[in-house]
């Protein structure tokens, strides 16, 4: 299938700044999407591959595809939620990890249930006061736009809930983290709810071809063909290995892809299988 490009384009939404800006670009340009050179580029045409790119805060993202003005987004998964907006999740990207956990100075609180009458600072108001909701707890949420760690310090609160990566800005501030987990985030493609737009399902199966290249390897071996039952148990590949007969006699070269984490550890398990020239390689793009 080629696209056509009088084709009325599809309408992405991408991160313009933060964490996962850069990232959501880099995937794009894999799939073989046109990105921009410049951050201050707020749109940018692609018409070879029918799609047209909106820079946007992440924060933003769901809004615009949960109006159905843009067609797609990708944007974190705390950020769709925190925002309400009609728009749901379609695949994970696989970037953008992060924890949402609520933080104190050590003995404030160790449970959820702790927070009662408490003020929490947060720039998640959205998802704070739905968890706070369904876990019956009356508790005050104080919105703040960023480096909410501060607000104990200042007076404003008494415990915070915050996006956690490393842990590395709560120790700084002297702040331990309490309780349950309340949310596990990443970079998430999203579309309005109930609605596939025209176009989308070929831009997320690029997407995915991506996440796939990136996330298995391809490996390459012989095999004396009494070992290849064993063989293919290692490498079972996705559907099935490739099987080729080898001018030694008695021999098989065997090829599937196989999961890049692990891959070294599966060399040495197929060395002492009685494979030779174990070869991996880099998968630049798939279709599966
Ligand atoms: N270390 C991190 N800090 C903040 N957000 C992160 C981090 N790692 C991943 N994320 C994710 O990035 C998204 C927030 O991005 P956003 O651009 O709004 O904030 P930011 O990265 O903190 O940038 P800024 O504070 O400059 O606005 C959320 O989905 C969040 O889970
Ligand atoms: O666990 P860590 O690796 O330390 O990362 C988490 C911190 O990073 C983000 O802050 P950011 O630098 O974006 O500043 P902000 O709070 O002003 O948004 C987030 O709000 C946390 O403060
Ligand atoms: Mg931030």
Redesign the pocket.
């Known amino acids: 299938m080629t696209l056509d490009p009088g084709a009325a384009a599809l309408r992405i939404a991408l991160p313009n700044k ?2 996962l800006s850069q990232a959501a670009s880099d995937m794009l340009r894999e799939a073989g999407y046109r990105q921009r050179r410049d951050t201050k580029e707020l749109t940018l045409t692609d018409p070879e591959n029918s799609v047209e790119f909106f820079y946007l805060r992440p924060r933003d993202i769901a809004v615009y595809v949960g109006e159905g003005t843009l067609d797609v987004g990708i944007t974190g998964r705390d950020l769709l939620l925190d925002s309400g907006a009609k728009a749901e999740e379609a695949m994970e990207l696989g970037f953008g990890g992060s924890r949402f956990r609520f933080a104190a100075r050590p003995g404030t609180a160790a449970s959820v249930a702790d927070l009662a009458g408490l003020r929490i600072a947060t ?1 998640y108001a959205g998802v704070v006061g739905a968890h706070l909701e369904r876990h019956g707890v009356p508790a005050s949420v104080i919105r703040l736009d ?4 501060s607000s104990i310090q200042l007076g404003v609160a008494d415990v915070i809930a ?9 120790r700084a501030a002297g702040l331990e983290i309490f309780g349950e987990e309340i949310l596990r985030s990443e970079a998430v493609l999203i579309t309005r709810s109930g609605h596939l737009p025209e176009g989308f399902e070929v831009f997320r199966r690029r997407l995915e071809g991506v996440i796939v290249a990136r996330t298995y390897v391809m490996m390459d071996y012989d095999i004396p063909q009494e070992r290849v039952e064993t063989a293919v148990r290692l490498t079972p590949g996705i559907e099935t290995p490739t099987i080729s007969p080898l001018q030694r006699e008695g021999w098989v070269a065997v090829r599937a892809m196989v999961p890049r984490a692990g891959s070294q550890r599966m060399m040495d398990d197929l060395w002492d299988a009685g494979a030779k020239a174990i070869l991996v390689t880099e998968i630049n793009a798939c279709r599966l």
């Open positions: 933060g964490s720039s960023g480096a909410v760690e915050d996006v956690v990566e490393t842990g590395s800005t709560l």
